[in-house]
């Protein structure tokens, strides 16, 4: 089946600090994936997305890249702020359908 | 209105009574999710809407829960004798087509059962 893991939370960081959370995924064929971040007392919004192997989305000076070969889309930031302070959830949608599958979630805590 | 449109933001209700919790998606988004999300857990599907039908009830704990989308647009999520187990955060999502787009989420309505 069509499936998430992402890396066990929390991960602290003091600001300016590198930042990888690991996603793998299960899936046949080519899903979408996406990674979305949930910042304290607001809803889920999209950080960034993929659509196919070896796309990189980006935004907000995030960056993750699909990768067939190791069924993974690995969140990283090269310097955090204390803002990036969330929760971020992976995300992959199977192919031909509407279906959405969330990993557990990784909160992120940075400190100035 | 511009986003997914969630109501009650807050439930508080006590143990055996019937909830409904209501989703007014973004205009013109043919597919409509429900997922909750429990404290320190993850999103858990419950159910997606294609237009009015639902290919998909998989996520659905118990047959206390049921949802239901009308005109293509609202959705109600009821649940009847709520128990304590129900207690979570229960969110709505909306997406347009094509297949595999963003899906758009609401602020999600926080449901207490005491």
């Known amino acids: 089946g069509n499936s998430v893991t992402q890396m066990e939370g929390p991960v602290t960081l003091s600001e300016e600090a590198f930042l990888t959370i690991n996603c793998t995924y299960t899936?046949?064929?080519?899903?979408?994936l996406f990674w979305y971040v949930q910042y304290p007392g607001e809803g889920l919004q999209l950080l960034l997305k993929?659509?196919?192997?070896?796309d990189k989305g980006s935004n907000k000076g995030f960056e993750a890249t699909y990768r067939k070969e190791t069924t993974s889309f690995h969140l990283e930031k090269g310097s955090v702020q204390v803002s990036d302070s969330a929760v971020y959830f992976c995300?992959?949608?199977?192919?031909?359908?509407?279906?959405?599958?969330f990993g557990t979630g990784t909160r992120l805590k940075v400190l100035a | 209105g511009a986003g997914v449109s969630q109501s009650p933001s807050n439930k508080v209700t006590e143990k055996g009574k019937d909830v409904e919790l209501r989703c007014d998606p973004i205009?013109?988004?043919?597919?409509l999710y429900w997922y909750r999300q429990s404290l320190g857990q993850g999103l858990e599907f419950l159910i997606y809407?294609?237009?009015?039908?639902?290919?998909?009830k998989s996520g659905l704990p118990s047959d206390r829960f049921s949802a239901e989308r009308t005109g293509g647009s609202v959705s109600t999520l009821t649940i009847q004798r709520t128990q304590q187990e129900d207690s979570a955060v229960y969110l709505c999502?909306?997406?347009?087509?094509?297949?595999?787009?963003?899906?758009?989420f609401g602020q999600g309505t926080r449901l207490t059962v005491v």
């Open positions: 995300a992959l949608s199977p192919p031909g359908t509407y279906k959405y599958i």
């Open positions: 899936a046949t064929g080519y899903p979408s």
């Open positions: 809407f294609q237009g009015n039908s639902a290919p998909d």
């Open positions: 205009s013109g988004h043919t597919a």
């Open positions: 999502a909306s997406s347009p087509p094509p297949l595999n787009t963003e899906a758009f």
């Open positions: 993929a659509t196919k192997a070896d």
